[in-house]
């Protein structure tokens, strides 16, 4: 039986996506493609610091890749415009099923924990502005380990602050690259495939498939 849910931020609780509105505001007819490169390399510097051993927090990183979307598109970054966009990730919308299944969770008596390569000066005022943070027992954030997901050492933080085996814990995300990684650490996994994406060709199914979070509290 699940005792406790473990939720990735971005995507998973968060409509990261919707940076494209800020973007486009101030790059108009460019939004789409600036955000789209952005997000993609902020994953990708992530996964090459983890690689390298070169860690830099996630506020770090989102910045470099935001620096290199606008380089790539060819606008001009001024350091305002580069922190007015920086502070969208604090002010990002939560799903609209996001808090009512946090709420359906707490009900039953489960444990609610987010997990997050994002940095902690990012993760608490995001979860505060959007107001889930009263929903959250634990957030954890790989700077305490300085280890991103997927790397095992990353995962073991959850054990850490938890009394819980990892069958009892059932970690839910939108990205399939770190469901492989959840699933392979030993966890319950379930992918919230938001946008009808074929799984990874890692050998690493998930236990559970979804198109959004509704079904999660159906879990037993």
Known sequence: MVQAYVFDVYGTLFDVHSVRTDVERFYPGKGKHLSTIWREKQIHYSFLRQIMGRYHSFYDVTRDALRFAANAVEVPLTPKLEQQL???????????????????????????????????????????????????????????????????????????????????????????WDISGAESFGFQTAWINRNGQPQEELQLSPDHEYEDLSFLPEIP
């Open 86 to 176: 920086m502070e969208a990730y604090l002010h990002l919308p939560p799903f609209e099923e996001s808090a009512p299944v946090l709420t359906a969770l707490k009900n039953k008596g489960k444990q609610t924990i987010v997990f997050s390569n994002g940095s902690v000066n990012m993760l608490r005022p995001l979860l505060q502005n959007s107001g889930l943070d009263t929903f959250i027992d634990v957030t954890l954030s790989v700077d305490e380990r300085k280890q991103y997901k997927p790397s095992p050492a990353a995962y073991n933080l959850i054990l850490e602050h938890t009394d819980l085996k990892r069958e009892q814990i059932l970690f839910a995300s939108s990205n399939g």
